[in-house]
């Protein structure tokens, strides 16, 4: 633990540690340090370098930091791009949706047609190459969710490709 102590006095200012350094060494030799000692060394040495740091230069390394984490964040995230389509259907009498729209819907939704729409579209490349269809199938529904409604089909899709979705 007296390592980690004596590294953390490090964290105060050269200006504090030139003046204040040998008596504060000397206090840290006579004592049994623990952690809650070496929690409050650390907050000490970060408000007394808040307390003497030029306000505007630390203002301006936070920016920075923040700019760099930011792009990093940016950079680590995959684009990701929805397009979404939906059917309205206004001249059903009774309520709800026609009876027609499960039984195509089925249809739309089934292997066959995926396995097509994934074929014609050229839809996940690397996948197809290394996986079989049944998982590239698993990742297309995945990527794609439909939602029923009284009179609503609500279809949405993303993917890396902007054109694509």
């Not at 953390?8 to 006579?30: I, K, S």
């Not at 292997?111 to 197809?128: C, F, G, M, V, W």
């Not at 049944?134 to 899709?157: G, I, K, N, Q």
């Amino acid at each position: 633990m007296r390592k980690i102590i004596h590294l953390a006095v490090r964290l105060y200012p050269v200006r504090w540690r030139a003046r204040y350094g040998p008596e504060f060494d000397a206090l840290l030799e006579d004592m049994n340090a623990g952690f809650g000692d070496l929690l409050n060394l650390v907050k000490g040495a970060l408000l007394m370098q808040i307390k003497w740091s030029n306000v505007p230069l630390l203002a301006a390394a936070c920016g920075l930091l923040g700019i760099f984490v930011a792009a990093l964040v940016l950079h680590a995230t995959p684009r990701r791009y929805a397009s979404t389509g939906i059917i309205h259907i206004v001249s059903y009498p009774s309520p709800g949706l026609p009876p027609e729209v499960p039984v195509v819907a089925s249809h739309v939704f089934s292997d066959a047609a995926l396995t097509s729409l994934i074929e014609h579209n050229e839809l996940y490349p690397s996948e197809r190459r290394s996986q079989s269809m049944a998982d590239v199938l698993h990742r297309f529904r995945e990527d794609m969710t439909y939602r029923v409604t009284p009179r609503v089909l609500h279809v949405s899709f993303t993917y890396p490709d902007s054109q694509k979705a």
